[in-house]
C-alpha cells in the first residue's frame, strides 16, 4: 500500500506554501478559505497523522474532513487512485502479467475485466473516511474491530452496486442491499476478489465472494509476517482478534497449510458434534497441525461470540488460544476428548 505522504506530495504543489513540518504534520495556506487575500504568507491548513488515520483541519475556517475526502475535494481521479491503493499493493492490472505466465490460455479473461473492478471500487468509501455515527462503523465497532483495521475495510452503500461483478460470482437470489467489503489480496499482494457482507441481519445472504480469478480467497495476507507465530481462522471478523492472523473463509485451511508457514496455529470453529467438519479435522491432525483444542467450558461457536459472550476479553484472546494450542499424540487426545 503506498501511503498519504506520497498522495499529499502529489498535490502539494497547489498548496500555497507547503511544506512538511515532521513525518505527520504538513502545513500550508488552506485551499478552502484562501487563508488569507490579505496576507498570503498564513498558513492554517494542516494535514496532520495520529496513527489512526490522516486528516485535514483549517484552525481559519474549521473544514475538518478525512484526508481521503480532502483528496477528493483537490483531485478526484487521485483520490480513485489512493482508495484503490489501499486495497493491494497491486491493482488487478498486474494480474495479467502473472496469469500469462501460468496457464496462457484458460486464465485469459475479457479485457473489460480492469474496468469493472475500478467501476465497483468507485462506488466504495474507505470505513475510515465515513463518520463518526455511520453504521458501518458502529457495525464494525459492535463486532470488536479495532479502528486501525478501518483503512483497508469499505462501504459499499447502495442496493446492487454489485451486479458490477456479477460475472464474478453468478446471479444473486437474495437482496444485497448496502455492504461492508472486505478486500482480499494473494500473498504477492495482488488484488483477488471482495467479501462482502450485509450488516441486515434479516438478509439471508449473508456474505457474497466476488473472486476475481476463479480461485478460493484467502484473508489476511496484508502486513502479514509469515516468520512470526501466524495464526489461521475460519471466519473473516474472527481474523481481527488476533495478531497476525489468516481467514480461510471455509472450514478447509489446506489453502493456508500449503504456504509452509513454520509457526501456524489452526483455531477451528467450536462446533464438537458437527459430523461434515470432522474428516477436516482429522486430516490436520493426522498432517501434524497445531491445533487450537476448545476447552469444554467453552459454549461459544467461535472466537467472535465468546468475546461478545463474555467468555474470553479480548485482550486475553492469543494467550488463549496459544494456552490450548496442540500438536501431535497430545492434539489427538485432547480432540477426542472435545468432541464427544
Ligand atoms: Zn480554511
Partial sequence: ???????????????????????NHANFSCPFCGDSR????????????????????CHNC????????????????????????????????????????????KALKPTNEKTDVHKFVDEMTVIEDLDRNHQAREYLRNRNIHEKYFDNIFYLPEENKIGLLERYHGKFKGKTGSRIVFPTTDISGCLTGFVCRT??????????????????????????????RVYAVEGIFDS??????????????????????????????????????????????????????????????????????????????EDFVNRNAYDGFEAKLKYEAWRV
Wanted: glycine residues 4%.
Fill in 62 to 105: 474549521h473544514e475538518a474532513i478525512s484526508f481521503g475526502s480532502f483528496l477528493n475535494k483537490l483531485d478526484p481521479s487521485l483520490y480513485h487512485e489512493y482508495n484503490f491503493s489501499k486495497l493491494s499493493d497491486k491493482p488487478p492490472e498486474s494480474f495479467s502479467d502473472i496469469k500469462h505466465t501460468k496457464k496462457p490460455k
Fill in 1 to 23: 500500500m503506498r501511503d498519504y505522504h506520497q498522495f499529499l506530495d502529489q498535490v502539494s504543489h497547489r498548496l500555497r506554501n507547503f511544506k512538511w513540518v515532521s513525518r
Fill in 199 to 228: 450488516m441486515n441481519p434479516e438478509n439471508d445472504l449473508r456474505y457474497i465472494t466476488l473472486k476475481i480469478f476463479d480461485k478460493d480467497l484467502v484473508y489476511g495476507f496484508r502486513g502479514l509476517d509469515m516468520t512470526k
Fill in 38 to 57: 490579505k496576507d498570503r504568507s498564513k498558513t492554517r491548513g494542516y494535514v496532520l497523522y495520529d496513527g489512526n488515520s490522516p486528516a485535514f483541519y
Fill in 240 to 317: 481481527f482478534l488476533l495478531p497476525n492472523c489468516l481467514a480461510s473463509l471455509s472450514s478447509d485451511f489446506s489453502r493456508i497449510k500449503a504456504l509452509g508457514i513454520k509457526d501456524l496455529i489452526i483455531i477451528r470453529d467450536n462446533e464438537p458434534r458437527s459430523k461434515i467438519i470432522q474428516p477436516l479435522w482429522q486430516r490436520d491432525l493426522d498432517d501434524g497441525c497445531r491445533m487450537m483444542i476448545w476447552p469444554k467450558e467453552i459454549e461459544s461457536k467461535d472466537l467472535q461470540d465468546c468475546v461478545s459472550d463474555g467468555e474470553i476479553p479480548l485482550r486475553g484472546m
